[in-house]
């Protein structure tokens, strides 16, 4: 029999995480996909790019809701696809990650009526503060399937009360991607383009609201990075949230002055998948490149006080360090000195998760 599945995106994070999954829905005759873009990620680089460079068809739907608050963004969201669920009627709705659209799609399908699949579910950072936070543990508590990219997930969600029966650790649909795309980013011209040699330079990720909304914690992170560009180069393609942010403040003139960090728009995904493995290190407040790092076996200094992904750090080569200014400097120091930061791959991040999910759904579903 077959049912109909409508997988929903919206951010640059959530791309990589459907591509495989998006794929393996075509392999089976069982299932009708439909896929649904939000907008909320909508400037070339952040959205056209990557569906290019991960070759994801064309969406289906988009919603076009465009940046604004978190609750009005969230608003916006369901307002628009509680329309496109009354159209299409899926017996699936897959969500991903931690974003607006994530939860906003989520809490609009289970108030219709449609079963929901959080992808990457049961990640914690135990910290409220955080928008993904709230997104995470919401969107967990309203789905039919839950699935987990690592053992701490499995443990969250059950003492959590989830029902055991619901969980299911798949591996990482992010990994998917990347062991899909390591070696054709390797033919990205971007470390030509910036006159980079592989492991004479640094990368660097930020976008946090904790990291860059506020004055004062974007103008502390430009210090510690004025100490590290002394020693190596620093490659910094800016999220347009950080640099939106950097205009308010009136920032730039602090950047200029680094003469050893490097600005650039916002890179495709094959275009950066390149830069971090060819990198000697990299900095960053995303979750997903914590991931990715581990894979890559590259070192990644996590410019936060705590992380959803504790198997990165457990296992992998991510080093949290907290956002203090000494201990980010003395680790960055350590690296470019040549400590070996050294780290394994985590239990099911074999390119396989995707292939998982969709044979799960399949025999629940059909």
């Not at 696809?81 to 969500?95: C, R, S, T």
């Not at 543990?137 to 619901?166: Q, R």
């Not at 890179?267 to 890559?296: A, C, H, P, R, W």
Request: aromatic share 6%; proline share 4%.
């Amino acid at each position: 029999m077959q049912f109909k599945v409508l997988s929903v995106v919206g951010t640059r994070p959530n791309f990589i995480k459907i591509a495989p999954l998006v794929k393996e829905t075509k392999k089976r005759k069982e299932i009708r996909h439909v896929l649904v873009h939000t907008g909320q990620h909508y400037d070339k680089a952040m959205s056209k790019l990557f569906f290019d460079d991960l070759e994801i068809p064309k969406p289906d739907v988009n919603l076009g809701v465009g940046s604004s608050s978190d609750v009005t963004q969230t608003a916006k969201i369901m307002m628009k696809f509680e329309k496109v669920l009354m159209k299409e009627k899926p017996n699936l709705v897959i969500v991903v990650g931690d974003v607006n659209s994530t939860f906003a799609a989520a809490i609009t399908a289970r108030k219709c009526g449609i079963k929901v699949a959080h992808v990457e579910s049961g990640l914690r950072s135990f910290d409220l503060s955080m928008p993904e936070e709230t997104n995470r543990i919401l969107t967990d508590h309203i789905s039919d399937f839950l699935f987990t990219t690592e053992e701490s997930a499995n443990k969250n969600l059950i003492n959590e009360g989830i029902d055991k029966n619901n969980i299911y650790f798949v591996g990482n649909v992010m990994i998917d991607t990347l062991l899909k795309h390591k070696e054709k980013a390797q033919k990205s011209p971007i470390l030509k383009k910036l006159n980079l040699k592989k492991g004479n330079y640094a990368a660097l990720t930020l976008h946090r609201p904790s990291n860059v909304d506020d004055e004062d914690s974007l103008k502390y992170i430009l210090s510690i990075l004025d100490a590290i560009q002394r020693k190596i180069k620093i490659i910094f393609p800016m999220h347009p949230r950080t640099l939106k942010n950097i205009k308010k403040f009136n920032l730039f003139q602090n950047l200029k002055n680094q003469k050893n960090l490097i600005i650039t728009e916002p890179l495709g995904y094959l275009d950066f998948l390149s830069l971090m493995s060819n990198s000697k290190f990299i900095m960053t407040d995303s979750g997903g490149i914590q991931e990715e790092t581990t894979v890559l076996g590259i070192p990644c200094i996590t410019l936060r006080n705590n992380t959803e992904r504790p198997v990165t750090v457990e296992q992998g080569t991510n080093l949290l360090v907290s956002t203090d200014k000494s201990k980010i400097i003395q680790t960055a120091n350590k690296i470019i000195n040549g400590i070996d930061v050294k780290g394994k791959i985590p239990k099911l991040w074999d390119g396989k998760a995707a292939e998982r999910i969709v044979n799960i759904l399949v025999s629940r579903l059909g």
